[in-house]
């Protein structure tokens, strides 16, 4: 099984950037596909983007495409969400997961990270 950790968040004014990591260990961390969501206060957990194991084909959600990046380095095992032109309406807690597929659903996905928070405010 892997084992996921979240890294990189916290405050940012709106348009400003933040980059968010999520370091897997404990698996073939190449073999998976990762996916990203969040979760604002009082809201259900949403779709933001996945990339396939290859690395190839990601997928964004309307909201935030454009603006977020995701990429991948199989060789450090770790995964990276690049975020610019963040909006207040971005602030949430932001997971990171794995699974053998890159889906869209949170119910997909078996690992989990434990969030990392990004609030954007003046």
């Known amino acids: 099984q892997v084992q996921l950790v979240e890294s990189g968040g916290g405050w940012v004014q709106p348009g400003g950037s933040l980059r968010l990591e999520c370091a897997a260990s404990?698996?073939?961390?190449?073999?998976?596909?990762m996916g990203w969501f969040r979760q604002g206060a009082g809201k259900e957990r949403e779709f933001v983007a996945t990339?396939?194991?290859?690395?190839?084909?990601?997928h964004y959600a309307n909201s935030v495409l454009g603006r977020f990046t995701l990429s991948r380095d199989n060789g450090k095992n770790t995964g990276y969400l690049q975020m610019n032109s963040l909006k207040p309406e971005d602030t949430a807690v932001y997971y990171c997961?794995?699974?053998?597929?890159?889906?869209?659903?949170?119910?997909?996905?078996?690992?989990w990270g434990q969030g990392a928070q990004v609030t954007v405010s003046s």
């Open positions: 997961a794995a699974d053998s597929r890159a889906m869209t659903s949170p119910d997909e996905y078996d690992f």
């Open positions: 404990g698996g073939t961390f190449s073999s998976y596909a």
């Open positions: 990339i396939p194991a290859t690395g190839k084909a990601t």
